[in-house]
């Protein structure tokens, strides 16, 4: 090295012996060694099919519950259980789901999923082909298979950030998080499309079945063949480096010590418990003033299919700005104004166009938080597994869920005279102050959201700086 070069602009001139370090400083190593890889976007793929696949599972019988029941020979209150059980088996199972995706990776964590998604639609199909089984058997079997697809739900909902985080650059973790998660109401979407299109009578059951195991089988040969690692050979960013850096219950401490992650638990918690209400009694709120079912049906469809393309959009957008807290707000601050909205529009009769439009719009800003949401909560409560830290959010919604839909039946109140009704027998209620409650709760997130640190990789790269020795710089001349 030269080392009567002239002084580096910006250094005092005087000598400075410096020595040439013995070890390579390994902060700027790893930082040169930051590089992304093609397969990620095929491990993206594979989770996308395997969350839709199982969203498909999950409703395959609600739009055509009525048929289904005749050909098992139940009622409809048992047939109704085949889609709640995801909420019962959701809540014990995601405790061990999140420490499972940071403590034994994103490949045995999606393998098994795809697994065990595949042999619960296996079994439910073998259930409807044994029709000469005694029903008090048959329904059993059907009911098993769907506890099993069930129990892959958590495995395939908590996948989404920590395959972005550990895969994906910082530039592009939003776009994958949101194409990822909204993958889960694109399969529910097509579950009310499919399922009224294939059952035709109670005969076309197992044709329906069959339908549906063929993407979950498909699904979970390209997870077992094609993924073969749970981390890329090197990270995409700094933080993808350290994704792992806090064991499970350390984290689990942190995150509750975290004011600004336990403020974002209950917002976007209670958001997903209201869009699981609002989704579950759309029908009901409806009936009353003489909207049929499949006018309910095309409002649900044009909620999903709004926030879904409204997803994408933030998804890009925050991708590029950073500007988590700024889309949550607004977002959820006009959700609320949509919500509010239907409340009133609701109330009247021959008001299609608008009630079209209001869940419309009620999808496009409040549904499209969701995927933005999840990698708030990964960025704010870094250094936490990001498994760990939207598990939590995950199991918040469920709980709260439950809890929504016991208070807001509660809210309604019957209807002595509706004659334009087309509500089942005692299901003529007001659903006015129900839906003026959800508003309120949108926004009172809105107000007290908060965020902490919201940058990882910002916070990384001073790190990194901190850590470069001076020598660097002056060992290039005497001053």
Not at 340 to 361: D, H, I, N, Y
Request: hydrophobic share 50%; net charge neutral.
């Amino acid at each position: 090295m030269d080392h009567d070069s002239p002084a580096a602009p910006g250094f005092v001139s005087e000598e400075v012996r410096c020595e040439p370090s013995p070890e390579p400083n390994q902060v700027l190593l790893k930082l040169l060694q930051f590089k992304v890889y093609r397969r990620r976007w095929f491990i993206l793929l594979v989770l996308c099919l395997l969350n839709c696949s199982n969203a498909m599972l999950w409703l395959t019988f609600a739009p055509v519950a009525g048929d289904c029941a005749g050909a098992l020979g139940v009622t409809l209150d048992q047939i109704n259980w085949l889609s709640m059980v995801y909420m019962i088996v959701a809540i014990p199972l995601s405790c061990l789901t999140t420490w499972m995706l940071d403590t034994c990776g994103l490949r045995l964590t999606l393998i098994l999923g795809s697994w065990l998604n595949m042999l619960g639609s296996v079994l439910r199909l073998i259930g409807v082909l044994l029709m000469d089984m005694d029903p008090q058997v048959r329904f059993p079997l059907v009911l098993t298979g769907q506890l099993v697809c069930a129990a892959a739900q958590p495995l395939v909902i908590f996948s989404p950030t920590k395959l972005a985080a550990v895969w994906f650059p910082q530039q592009q973790r939003a776009t994958a998080n949101m194409i990822a998660s909204m993958s889960n109401p694109l399969g529910v979407l097509i579950a009310n499309i499919m399922s009224p299109l294939i059952m035709g009578s109670p005969g076309d059951l197992t044709k329906l079945l069959f339908v549906y195991s063929v993407p979950a089988t498909v699904v979970c040969f390209l997870a077992t063949v094609g993924i073969r690692e749970s981390t890329p050979p090197t990270p995409p960013s700094a933080s993808a480096e350290t994704s792992n850096s806090e064991p499970f219950l350390q984290g689990i401490k942190l995150l509750l010590c975290n004011r600004a992650y336990m403020l974002l638990l209950l917002c976007f918690g209670s958001g997903i418990g209201i869009f699981t209400c609002f989704s579950s009694l759309l029908e009901q709120m409806l009936c009353v003033k003489g909207y049929t079912n499949d006018f309910a049906g095309l409002c649900g469809a044009l909620f999903i299919l709004c926030g879904v393309i409204g997803a994408g959009a933030l998804g890009f957008y925050v991708d590029r700005t950073r500007k988590f807290t700024e889309v949550t707000k607004i977002n959820m601050c006009l959700a609320s104004l949509g919500c509010t909205a239907f409340a009133v529009f609701s109330q009247m009769r021959g008001q299609k166009v608008l009630l079209a439009v209001m869940c419309s719009l009620f999808g496009l800003f409040g549904f499209s938080i969701y995927p933005v949401a999840m990698e708030l909560t990964v960025e704010c409560s870094y250094p936490v597994g990001e498994a760990t830290s939207a598990g939590l959010i995950f199991i918040a919604g469920q709980v709260l869920s439950l809890v929504y839909m016991i208070i807001l039946g509660a809210l309604t109140t019957p209807l002595a005279d509706s004659p334009l009704s087309v509500c089942s027998e005692g299901g003529t209620l007001s659903w006015r102050v129900p839906v003026l409650v959800m508003a309120g709760l949108f926004c009172m997130g809105a107000c007290v959201h908060d965020h902490g640190n919201l940058d990882r990789d910002k916070e990384m790269d001073i790190f990194a700086h901190q850590q470069t020795p001076t020598k660097v710089d002056c060992c290039r001349s005497q001053h």
